[in-house]
């Protein structure tokens, strides 16, 4: 078990270790927070659904809590590159256990962004309805953190080098961001964007938050912490079996 | 100490190492010689538990690496072709990092980092970051790394490239004086004859994937008749340029050095 600890340690060293990675990183959600918060504040409210930075907030979050888990899982390219991942695999551990210590550490550090900018949310404005369930965002958070953290070290375990990046930015990162809700209310949806968004695990994460934070639910809280839980043991199991392949 | 044979690797229709065979005995330092592309890497992977054979056995303190890793592991240090540092953290972090991967003691892992930073001339500088290090600082800090759990072999690919000869010259000495002292099996690669010719006690000569002589570098001169052991080298490897496809580690490798020099 030393051996997950250690490599969590090093995530978070290297966390801290990046100031200036980590005000690079508050850069994208402040803009989605306060641009369109305020930018298409008047027509939400004038469509009748109240507060749009109130909504849009939890999504900005779980949008933060996303791009930190994946680049963390997707690290292991750097790490490839760099020449420490060969450091970890001839390591005497089980691999499971190093990419145990690595998910652990990437989803620590994901949710730390994402208390971060939920800060930086209540500075802009934000103001939870429900102060009770405050911690349950936080393990909303967690969840998401774990889903995307392992579906990231499957991934970078898939890749070569740096080439499959962009690819996997576009395709995937993007399309599951603007697939969950983060930016509009899910109800009322066409037939196939409804469909599309309901098999994004990060709507079920961010639909969770705005429950426990502000009280409205498309799925039901409890839903979406069972499907993001089921998600996130299903790609743990393959990021580990994936990890576990790796040749060098 | 290592003893292999008939190892085989394929990929595709292309035999990286052709029915290889040989044995490295205790406390001995073995270089393993070749030009580019001739097998000498993959053979490493091989022997350290990074890549499967196709077919042949391998030993390693009598244990064969592919069915019992983790032991395997635990009996042997490496230092890889690349830099395999975490340059976000010092030297020793680095090193406790290691330690507490190989399972080395609290208590022993503190003293075995000192005395070997201290040999290695690192300790003044143990608590900077590694990316602000010198090349030839780095490769001292990765060969301390491979000695800390104590390991019975340690293998070194190429542990000299890119160094200038001062840091090359020191760095053997401290492979020799750790090889005295704690009768470590050390085997190496190098593309440098003079260093294999001091360093080593024997060498195998690999091309095309097949070993072309084996012997100490005084039995190598006298088989091929020639004065040095670059001569030997080349009159057993012919003097054609090898140019390997470059694979995408090769692109990595460019990219990784793109990247590090931009940082400068």
């Known amino acids: 078990m030393s051996a997950v600890y250690i490599l969590w340690l090093r995530e978070m060293k290297r966390y801290f270790r990046s100031r200036v990675q980590i005000v690079a990183s508050l850069g994208q959600p402040l803009l989605y927070l306060l641009v369109l918060g305020f930018g ?3 027509v939400f409210q004038r469509a009748g659904n109240g507060n749009y930075l109130q ?7 779980g949008m933060t809590v996303l791009f930190s888990s994946i680049f963390s899982g997707l690290g292991l390219l750097f790490d490839r590159q760099f020449g420490f991942l060969k450091e970890t695999l001839v390591a005497p551990v089980p691999r499971l256990q190093i990419m145990a210590g690595r998910t652990l550490g990437g989803a620590t550090v994901a949710v730390m962004q994402g208390l971060l900018v939920s800060v930086v949310c209540v500075i802009a404005g934000f103001r939870p309805v ?4 405050m911690p349950l ?7 998401i953190a774990v889903v995307f953290s392992a579906l990231g070290v499957a991934i970078g375990s898939s890749l070569q080098d740096m080439q ?3 690819l996997i930015m576009n395709f995937m990162v993007m399309p599951i961001f603007f697939l969950s809700g983060a930016l509009f209310p899910l109800s009322g949806l066409p037939r196939v964007l409804a469909l599309a968004t309901s098999i994004d695990p990060l709507s079920y994460g961010i639909d969770g938050m705005r429950a426990v934070l502000l009280g409205i639910t498309h799925f039901g809280a409890s839903t979406d912490a069972v499907v993001l839980a089921a998600v996130g043991a299903v790609l743990l199991v393959i990021g580990a079996y994936r990890f576990s392949k790796i040749e060098i | 100490m290592i003893r292999v044979r008939n190892l085989v690797k394929s990929f595709g229709s292309f035999t990286a190492v052709d029915d290889v065979s040989f044995d490295v005995a205790e406390g001995e330092i073995f270089a393993f010689l070749g030009p580019n592309g001739a097998g000498k890497t993959t053979t490493i992977k091989m022997l350290t538990t990074l890549l499967k054979p196709t077919s042949g056995s391998m030993e390693l303190d ?4 592919q069915t019992r890793q983790n032991e395997a592991r635990q009996r042997f240090g490496i230092v890889f072709q690349d830099p395999s540092l975490d340059g976000e953290l010092s030297a020793a972090e680095n090193m406790e990092l290691h330690g507490v991967l190989y399972h080395v003691p609290h208590k022993l892992r503190r003293q075995r980092t000192e005395e070997l930073l201290k040999l290695f001339e690192l ?6 970051q590694v990316k602000k290090f010198s090349g030839g600082m780095k490769r001292r800090l990765e060969i301390a790394r491979g000695f800390l759990h104590t390991p019975k072999i340690l293998f070194l690919d190429e542990p000299t490239l890119g160094l200038d000869p001062q840091s090359r010259n020191q760095l053997w000495t401290h492979v020799k004086k750790v090889n005295e002292a704690e009768r470590v099996t050390v085997f190496l690669t190098t593309h440098y004859m003079d260093e294999a010719d001091r360093v080593a006690h024997r060498i ?4 095309h994937g097949k070993l072309v002589a084996q012997g100490t570098p005084q039995e190598i001169k006298q088989q091929t008749g020639t004065a040095s052991l670059e001569e030997a080298f080349l009159a057993l490897t012919g003097s054609t340029i090898r140019d390997e496809s470059a694979g995408s580690a090769d692109q990595m490798r460019q990219f990784a050095q793109m990247w590090r020099g931009g940082k400068r």
């Open chain 1, 137 to 143: 965002a936080l393990i909303f958070m967690l969840l």
């Open chain 2, 204 to 207: 195998a000569v690999i091309d």
């Open chain 1, 130 to 133: 429900h102060f009770a369930t």
């Open chain 2, 123 to 128: 300790w003044e500088r143990r608590g900077e």
């Open chain 2, 62 to 65: 009598g244990l064969d690496p």
């Open chain 1, 55 to 61: 909504f849009v907030a939890p999504g900005v979050i």
């Open chain 1, 164 to 166: 499959g990046f962009q």
């Open chain 1, 40 to 42: 298409l504040g008047p």
